[in-house]
């Protein structure tokens, strides 16, 4: 089998016509070579000349060694892109557009489900990390559902029996499990409503109105205890609700008017986030619960594709101030890695 080289530098020169060229690493004997490209790193076998495929591979960093090579410990072979990956301490999930894999993790690896999905574009899926729980979550076969697979509870090399939830009518965007794997967050690609539905019951508990307007959102994440949840947009906003005690959340005026029509009654019903701050509009980001300084304080951190990193502490009673900004880009050099 091919031998896989990690990347190397061979100097710098650029195409005719400017632009941008890949940059080609020679392999070392006969073997395979890689190719660092704009949207990523392509590999190439030498005899006969292919795309070697597209690689998940798995490092583990406490091995002893100097170099990646030294670390690396396991490596999984693709015809077609994967477009993400999920791990708990006894799986790993690769995603492909229209399938997923299940393996056994991390002694010997074998592959234990795959389940054929709904055109799939941008990876979504979702593992509960749970020691009780493993409960794994993706698009459903109709438009806007989710569909719940309890690892657990099928054989291994047998089908097995997901059971599926109507979330909304648009196309799902994002998909969210808290902890314990009891409560599923997604939102549709109008971006406008968060549900969240207990995984048992399949029942919805609540909804959060991110806006009114149309967003992409980014990323959807539950504090380590589920009392809270954050989301991040393309309008440059991370919003934060209250979801063990949801009376923090901010209501609409006209809640307090009574009786309304059937259209404002969908707004009037849901309830918005309890502090927000913003991050650039222009860069995508993803967003996550810090620790704790205080048990009437909490943090969230966005971390922005544009290198920036910020920090922002919370109360409960919707006060929301920034701890901390950095330019991570900046804090070592491309030779430290």
Not at 89 to 107: A, C, G, M, Q
Not at 204 to 212: A, F, Q, W, Y
Not at 275 to 288: G, I, K, L, Y
Request: aromatic share 8%.
């Amino acid at each position: 089998m091919a031998n896989r080289h990690e990347a190397g530098s061979m100097g710098s020169w650029a195409p005719r016509g400017g632009g941008h060229l890949p940059r080609p690493v020679p392999p070392r004997g006969s073997g395979c070579f890689c190719c660092a490209m704009e949207s990523g790193v392509r590999i190439y076998n030498v005899e006969p000349l292919m795309e070697k495929g597209h690689l998940v591979l798995i490092w583990d960093d406490a091995r002893e060694g100097t170099g990646g090579k030294d670390k690396l410990v396991l490596e999984f072979t693709f015809t077609k892109p994967v477009l993400a990956v999920r791990m708990r301490h006894d799986k790993i999930i690769t995603v492909l557009r229209n399938r997923i894999y299940v393996y056994s993790f991390p002694e010997n690896p074998t592959k234990l489900f795959e389940f054929d999905t709904r055109d799939n574009p941008k990876g979504l899926c979702d593992l509960c990390p749970s020691l009780e729980k493993q409960l794994l979550v993706f698009p459903g076969h109709k438009c806007g559902s989710l569909q719940l697979v309890d690892l657990s509870s099928t054989q291994p090399g047998t089908s097995s029996a997901p059971f599926t939830i109507n979330a909304h009518q648009g196309e799902i965007a994002c998909i969210s499990l808290n902890q314990p794997g009891t409560v599923v967050a997604s939102a549709s690609r109008q971006g406008t409503l968060i549900r969240l539905f207990d995984t048992q019951s399949k029942e919805k508990l609540v909804e959060l109105r991110r806006g009114t307007d149309p967003a992409t959102l980014y990323c959807i994440n539950f504090s380590h205890d589920s009392s809270f949840l954050c989301a991040s947009s393309d309008k440059g906003t991370v919003h934060i609700f209250a979801l063990r005690d949801t009376r923090l959340n901010r209501r609409s005026a006209l809640a307090r008017v009574g009786k309304v029509g059937p259209v404002i009654a969908q707004y009037v019903d849901s309830q918005w986030s309890l502090a927000s701050f913003t991050v650039p509009a222009e860069s995508a980001c993803v967003c996550a619960f810090g620790r704790s300084s205080a048990k009437t304080v909490n943090s969230v951190i966005a971390i922005c594709v544009d290198g920036t990193f910020h920090k922002y502490v919370f109360t409960p009673d919707g006060n929301c101030n920034r701890e901390a900004f950095d330019v991570y880009l900046d804090i070592c050099d491309d030779d430290d890695f």
